[in-house]
C-alpha cells in the first residue's frame, strides 16, 4: 500500500483534509485529491454540507458538528468501507487525538446557557468522544475507543497508543486519527481545520512517518 | 498481563469531603453526599440536588477543578510514598477547567484536560505529563487501561499517578438539564422510580506501578475497551457494548466470569443505560452475577473522575471483604439476574472484582481488579 511516502506495511489507508481539501487513498479506492470548489462543498463548518459522501448517503451528517464531520470525513478518505473487512470491525480500535478538542461547539453552547431553551443536542458535541461514536456508528467499529487531549499537533501519541493496544492484543486493526477543528479565533487559539486518519492492521510498522510527518 | 500493574497509592475528595477513608466509610454506612445545592443553587437546572464537595464555595471557579484534583493526587502520592518527581501524569476530564468559554468567564482552561494537566503538573512538581484523557464518563476507567498499558508494554519510565475530575460547573449541569438527564430529586440507580443523574464534584487519584514491593495489596489484572457503534448519546438496547468490554477484561486477566466476586457498576440512574447495562453484565455472567453496587447514588456522578473513584472504591470492598448496599434502591427495575446488593453485606474471601464505565459517543471501559 503505497501512502504518501511510499510502500508502508501494515497500512490500509489514509486520508487528510484541510481548509484546501480532502485527500486520501486506500485499497479498492485510487488514490484521490479534490480542494473543496471541486467537491461542490466547503470544509466542515461552512454552510455547504453533503447529502452523500464518496456516493453514499449519509442522512445525519448535516446535524453533527464540526470536528465530527471533519473526523467522518478524513476517516472516510482512507477508504475504509472497502479496506477494512466486515469481520474485522468488531475488532477495530479508534484512537484519536486533539489538541483544541470540542472548543468550536463549546462556545456555540455556552451561548445557549442564557436562552430560554438550552441546546440538549449540541451539548452532546461539547464532548470529544461522540465524534468517535459519530465514526463508530456509520461503519460499526467496536473495538477499544479512545480520545486524547494532547498538547501535540500530530498524531503520535494517538499512534503510540494503537501500536500497543496492536501489541498487547486488544485489537486487530485500528484507525489512528488527529483532528482539530476551531471555526473562529478565541483566545490563544487559532483558527485551525485539519484532520488526519490512518486505518491500519497488525502488521503497521512506520505508518507514523506519514501520520505525523504530514 | 506479563507485567503486574500494582495499586500502590490512591486518593480522592468527593462530596463527602477529602479522603478515600471518608469516601468509604461513608458508603460503607449507606450515607449520601447527594444534598440540595448550595454552591450550585444560581445555575439553571432541572434538579434541586448535587454532591458538592466542601469547601469549593470560597474557591474561584476556575481553580476548583485543580484544587480537587491536587487534594487527591497528593493524597495517592503520600500513601504510595513517592515524590511527584517519581511519577508521569495521567489526566482524565470531560471538560477540564472550562475557564474562559462561558460569558463572562476569564482564563484559559478552554474546556482542555491537557491545559489542566499542565497545571496540576506544575502545582504537583510532577516532570512528565502523558495524554490526557478525554472520553466523557469512561475517561477514568480508560486512563487507568491506558497507564496499565504503558506499564505493562514497558513505556513507563516512572510509576503512573492516574488522576481523574471533574468539577461541578453550569455548562455541565446545563447541558445534561437540556438533554432531561437530571433527576430532579436525588438519583435513584436501577430502582422503578430513577428519573435520572444527580451529578457531583469529584476527584480520585491512582498511584499504579509494576513494582510489587509497594503495593497496597491490589492489582489491575486486565482491562478491556468496546464502543456500542449504535448512538452517540444512547446505549445499546442489548447492553453488547457492555458484555464485549467486560468479556475483553476477562479475557486480558485470563479470568472466567465465575472469577468474579464483586461487581462496581456503572449505574447512572437512567432509564436506558441502567437498564442496558444490567442486560449486558447479565449476559457476560450467564445469569446471576456477583453482588453488584454502585455508588453514584452516594457521590452523585463524577463524570470524569468518577471512573477512578469508584475503582478505589470498589478495592476498598475487595480489601475490606464487604459489598455495599445500593443508596437508593428500593424496587429494582432491570434485569433481576444482576445481583444489587439491597443491604451492606460481607463478602468473605472476595478477591477479584468487575468495575465498568461507559460514556458519549459510545465509548465502555472496562477493569479488572484484584487481590
Avoid at chain 2, 154 to 171: I, K, N
Wanted: aromatic share 4%; proline share 5%; with cysteine.
Amino acid at each position: 500500500m503505497n501512502g504518501p511516502d511510499g510502500d508502508v506495511r501494515g497500512l490500509l489507508g489514509w486520508g487528510e483534509l484541510d481548509a484546501d481539501g480532502l485527500r486520501g487513498g486506500g485499497l479498492g479506492t485510487r488514490r484521490f485529491a479534490a480542494s473543496w470548489t471541486e467537491l461542490e462543498a466547503e470544509p466542515p463548518g461552512g454552510p455547504r454540507v453533503f447529502r452523500t459522501l464518496f456516493g453514499r448517503r449519509d442522512p445525519t451528517f448535516r446535524r453533527i458538528d464540526a470536528m465530527s464531520r471533519a473526523l467522518v470525513l478524513a476517516v472516510e478518505a482512507t477508504g475504509i468501507r472497502e479496506a477494512l473487512p466486515q469481520e474485522a470491525r468488531t475488532d477495530t480500535a479508534l484512537v484519536v487525538q486533539t489538541r483544541v478538542g470540542c472548543l468550536d461547539a463549546d462556545l456555540r453552547f455556552a451561548r445557549t446557557l442564557d436562552d430560554e431553551i438550552v441546546d440538549g443536542p449540541l451539548f452532546a458535541y461539547t464532548l470529544p468522544s461522540t465524534s468517535l461514536g459519530e465514526v463508530a456508528l456509520r461503519h460499526g467499529l467496536r473495538g477499544p475507543s479512545l480520545c486524547l487531549s494532547v498538547e501535540g499537533a500530530a498524531g503520535e501519541d494517538a499512534w503510540h497508543e494503537v501500536l500497543a493496544m496492536l501489541e498487547q492484543g486488544e485489537c486487530s486493526h485500528a484507525v489512528v486519527a488527529q483532528v482539530d477543528v476551531q471555526l473562529q479565533q478565541h483566545a490563544d487559539v487559532d483558527v485551525v481545520c485539519t484532520a488526519r486518519a490512518v486505518l491500519v492492521d497488525g502488521h503497521a510498522a512506520g505508518c507514523d512517518r506519514w501520520l505525523v510527518g504530514g | 498481563m506479563s507485567v503486574a500493574v500494582h495499586l500502590a497509592g490512591w486518593g480522592a475528595v468527593t462530596g463527602f469531603g477529602a479522603g478515600v477513608d471518608t469516601a468509604w466509610g461513608a458508603v460503607r454506612s449507606g450515607r449520601s453526599s447527594v444534598r440540595p445545592r448550595e454552591r450550585s443553587a444560581a445555575w439553571r437546572a432541572p434538579t434541586s440536588v448535587a454532591a458538592e464537595a466542601p469547601g469549593l464555595a470560597g474557591v474561584a471557579q476556575d481553580r476548583q477543578a485543580l484544587e480537587l484534583a491536587a487534594g487527591a493526587a497528593e493524597e495517592a502520592l503520600e500513601l504510595a510514598g513517592i515524590e511527584p518527581g517519581d511519577v508521569e501524569l495521567v489526566l482524565a476530564s470531560t471538560k477540564g477547567d472550562l475557564s474562559g468559554v462561558c460569558r463572562g468567564s476569564e482564563g484559559r482552561g478552554l474546556g482542555s484536560p491537557d491545559r489542566l494537566a499542565r497545571r496540576l503538573a506544575a502545582r504537583l512538581g510532577v516532570p512528565a505529563i502523558l495524554p490526557s484523557v478525554s472520553c466523557a464518563c469512561a475517561s477514568g476507567v480508560l486512563a487507568l487501561a491506558l497507564a496499565a498499558r504503558r506499564i505493562r508494554g514497558g513505556r513507563a519510565r516512572r510509576d503512573v499517578l492516574v488522576v481523574g475530575v471533574d468539577a461541578l460547573h453550569p455548562f455541565v449541569l446545563g447541558g445534561f438539564g437540556a438533554l432531561h438527564a437530571l433527576d430532579p430529586g436525588p438519583c435513584r440507580p436501577f430502582d422503578r422510580q430513577r428519573r435520572g443523574v444527580s451529578l457531583g464534584d469529584g476527584a480520585g487519584a491512582i498511584v499504579l506501578t509494576a513494582d510489587a514491593d509497594r503495593s497496597l495489596g491490589l492489582r489491575i489484572l486486565g482491562h478491556g475497551g468496546a464502543n456500542d457503534a449504535c448512538h452517540v448519546t444512547g446505549p445499546d438496547r442489548e447492553g453488547r457494548g457492555i458484555a464485549l468490554a467486560a468479556r475483553r477484561a476477562l479475557a486480558d486477566a485470563a479470568l472466567e466470569p465465575s472469577d468474579l466476586d464483586v461487581v462496581h457498576v456503572h449505574g447512572t440512574g437512567t432509564e436506558a443505560n441502567d437498564r442496558c447495562e444490567a442486560l449486558g453484565l447479565v449476559e457476560v455472567f450467564g445469569g446471576r452475577t456477583p453482588p453488584a453496587f454502585g455508588t453514584k447514588g452516594q457521590t452523585g456522578h463524577t463524570l470524569g473522575a468518577a471512573g477512578v473513584i469508584e475503582t478505589i472504591l470498589l478495592g476498598r470492598s475487595l480489601l475490606d471483604e464487604w459489598v455495599p448496599s445500593n443508596h437508593g434502591l428500593e424496587e429494582p427495575d432491570v434485569d433481576p439476574a444482576l445481583a444489587l446488593a439491597r443491604e451492606g453485606q460481607g463478602a468473605p474471601g472476595a478477591r477479584r472484582g468487575l468495575k465498568i464505565a461507559s460514556g458519549f459517543g459510545g465509548v465502555i471501559g472496562a477493569l479488572v481488579v484484584g487481590r
